[in-house]
């Protein structure tokens, strides 16, 4: 399986486990090294387990050959501490596909990249 490079156009497609579908109205790449995007969700669009204030999400999508990795993250990370959720880690709103790999789907929170820390 091949990762989305930085001049191919995304999808603005979020499958979620069940069959749901949530639109994006815009895709930014955050961290092309782990796959990482932030989804600009559009005003009015379905949001199923997403709550209606939030404007956008984060989605962590699986490294090729990462599967065990990947179930352990969500559940030791966000589902074994869900009470840091909102807190200390960001919310776990779910996992589904995007571009047609297996994502997490994680509130956006306010802040600089570890990029930007330090600039």
Known sequence: MSYISPSRKSSKVLELVGG???IAGEVELLD???TVSRLKLEPGSFRYTIPPTATSVIVKQQKDGWEREFEDEKKTTYLRLKTLQGE???????????DGLPVLILSDIDGITFEGFGS
Do not use: D, E, N, S
């Open 88 to 98: 200390v880690l960001p919310y776990f709103y779910g996992a589904g596909y995007f």
């Open 20 to 22: 749901h579908k949530i």
């Open 32 to 34: 092309q090294q782990r």
